[in-house]
């Protein structure tokens, strides 16, 4: 029932019925490709808050930001999996392509779940988990 979008690098947040939205980021950076967590309580955003792009934490009731990723590379949130941020990155390809990774909501190493390459357009998200496609070789 609530929409996000992307308006002057934030995050803004208004009802599917429309009226006015409510900004839910401010920073230095720009923020993007937000994801509401599966209970709603949280928003995992993509954040160029102190260098490259990296995984951040807020509630949705407002607050701080929390730093998640400290990769130093291009991280991209593309979902969750329960209490887990699903991102693309090239942190942990040494060609530099972009491959999946998890971050628990509740901060530690970034892991990555070793599915190979995988391109940004080929990620589809199921209500039983992950599909991919990888490019072909």
């Known amino acids: 029932d609530r929409v996000l979008f992307v308006c002057e690098e934030d995050i803004w947040e208004v009802s599917d019925k429309g009226g006015v939205a409510r900004r839910m980021t401010s920073g ?5 490709h937000a994801q509401f ?4 309580a949280w928003l995992a955003v993509s954040a160029l808050e ?3 792009r990296e995984i951040y934490l807020m509630p949705t009731s ?9 990769l130093n590379s291009n991280s991209i949130v593309r ?6 941020i699903i991102f693309s990155t090239r942190a942990f390809d040494p060609n530099q392509e972009d491959s999946l990774a998890s971050v628990a909501k509740t901060g530690g190493a970034a892991k990555p779940l070793g599915w190979g390459q995988t391109t940004r357009r080929a990620m589809v998200l199921l209500p039983d988990g992950f599909y991919k496609r990888s490019k072909g070789i």
């Open 28 to 32: 230095r950076g720009g923020f993007s």
């Open 79 to 84: 979902g969750w999996d329960k209490d887990q």
């Open 37 to 40: 967590s599966p209970d709603g």
């Open 50 to 52: 102190e260098g490259p």
């Open 62 to 70: 407002g607050g701080e930001l929390k730093r998640l990723t400290f």
